[in-house]
């Protein structure tokens, strides 16, 4: 399992790095392009930061702490061998999501952003959304389908 999980998060930078070609092909020499009125837009930003463009010219601590980041998951991956599917395909977005952005850290030393919601205000990417869903969902796995919260309730049970 943990193999499919990387297989698929390098599927997903890959589609990260296509949409990202597209988009700087086609949409950086207009900037701006209404897909549903105000409340869809494609926007092509040069993101020097992180999360809505803060930390602006850290790229590199951001490289170094992305390699960590996802080095540690995929260490775990391997060491640990969770039994939920579940788990590695939050993996796989955080993963696929990770590499995304940290190609175009290392290679442009920004991230590029296109995507822009009415209701969120910073632009995103594919990456960006694969990584928030994959966090969100890890988080959902850690707390309602690990054995390891199981055991400590038991553990205190029995004291």
């Known amino acids: 399992m943990p193999l499919i999980a990387?297989?698929?998060g390098v599927?997903?930078?890959?589609?990260?790095?296509?949409?990202?070609?597209?988009?700087t092909a086609h949409l950086k020499p207009v900037g701006t392009v209404n897909v549903l009125g105000d409340v869809f837009k494609l926007t092509y930003v040069e993101n020097r930061g992180v999360a809505?463009?803060?930390f602006q010219g850290m790229q590199w601590i951001f490289v170094v702490l992305?390699?960590?980041l996802l080095a540690l998951l995929i260490i775990y991956m391997f060491k640990k061998r969770?039994?939920?599917?579940f788990f590695y395909f939050t993996s796989a977005l955080i993963i696929g999501g990770g590499i995304g952005n940290l190609i175009d850290r290392v290679f442009y030393g920004y991230v590029?952003?296109?995507l822009s919601v009415s209701f969120f205000s910073p632009v995103c990417n594919f990456a960006d959304y694969c990584i928030t869903v994959g966090v969100v969902l890890l988080a959902i796995y850690l707390l309602f389908?690990?054995?390891a919260i199981k055991n400590d309730k038991k553990e205190l049970k029995n004291d």
């Open 52 to 54: 809505f463009g803060m």
């Open 145 to 147: 389908f690990t054995d």
């Open 112 to 114: 590029i952003d296109y």
């Open 66 to 68: 992305t390699v960590a």
């Open 6 to 8: 990387i297989i698929i």
């Open 11 to 23: 599927v997903i930078a890959a589609l990260d790095q296509l949409f990202k070609f597209l988009v």
């Open 82 to 85: 969770p039994k939920h599917k």
